[in-house]
T-cell receptor
Framework: ETGVTQTPRHLVMGMTNKKSLKCEQHLGHNAMYWYKQSAKKPLELMFVYSLEERVENNSVPSRFSPECPNSSHLFLHLHTLQPEDSALYLC????????????FGNGTRLTVT | QKEVEQNSGPLSVPEGAIASLNCTYSDRGSQSFFWYRQYSGKSPELIMFIYSNGDKEDGRFTAQLNKASQYVSLLIRDSQPSDSATYLCAVIRVKGRKLIFGQGTELSVKP
């Protein structure tokens, strides 16, 4: 098992669809993250779950909804997305409370048509 | 001002040369600094971290940190074509202790 696993690897969805991205970490970490990576832009932090408390980036639209049922699993629920939401969505985990780096999953390449 | 700033490049160096990648950050209280490498279509992977002023060496990679100048760099010695990737600088922001990334520098090593 790799440290952080994301599914699906690729997703194409219409603007009226509802889909979910899944992330699972096997590293025993206590914090999980969703990042968005668009072309030629820095990685954008969307959501953080730290010790099961959610921290949001206030600029993330409500059509993105995270869920963290436990410290090993993280979901990103998607609905009524826009074409500009097409990007690479990366999940990461870390051990909070120190200088721990992030460990990333392989990402989900999302295309909204 | 961006919290973490890098030249986007592309930076092109010949095989065997030293590649120098630079990063500045705005939060003077930041304590932890990371370099990630990202190949096209792949996720970022951690290659170096540095917490103290000075140099830290790991194989062909050297990270350099100057907190007074709010500057961190990555040197890659004996550059190889396989080093061609985007290099991301990341800094833990003091407020909220969250990791903030620069936009990345694209490095191309020519054979």
């Amino acid at each position: 098992e790799t440290g952080v696993t994301q599914t699906p690897r690729h997703l194409v969805m219409g603007m009226t669809n509802k889909k979910s991205l899944k992330c699972e970490q096997h590293l025993g970490h206590n914090a999980m993250y969703w990042y968005k990576q668009s072309a030629k832009k820095p990685l954008e932090l969307m959501f953080v779950y730290s010790l099961e408390e959610r921290v949001e980036n206030n600029s993330v639209p409500s059509r993105f909804s995270p869920e963290c049922p436990n410290s090993s699993h993280l979901f990103l629920h998607l609905h009524t997305l826009q074409p500009e939401d097409s990007a690479l969505y990366l999940c990461a985990s870390s051990q909070e409370g120190g200088n721990s780096p992030l460990h990333f999953g392989n990402g989900t390449r999302l295309t909204v048509t | 001002q961006k919290e973490v700033e890098q030249n986007s490049g592309p930076l092109s160096v010949p095989e065997g040369a030293i590649a120098s990648l630079n990063c500045t950050y705005s939060d003077r209280g930041s304590q932890s600094f990371f370099w990630y490498r990202q190949y096209s279509g792949k996720s970022p992977e951690l290659i170096m971290f540095i917490y103290s002023n000075g140099d830290k060496e790991d194989g062909r990679f050297t990270a350099q940190l100057n907190k007074a100048s709010q500057y961190v760099s990555l040197l890659i010695r004996d550059s190889q074509p396989s080093d061609s990737a985007t290099y991301l600088c990341a800094v833990i922001r003091v407020k909220g202790r969250k990791l903030i990334f620069g936009q990345g520098t694209e490095l191309s090593v020519k054979p």
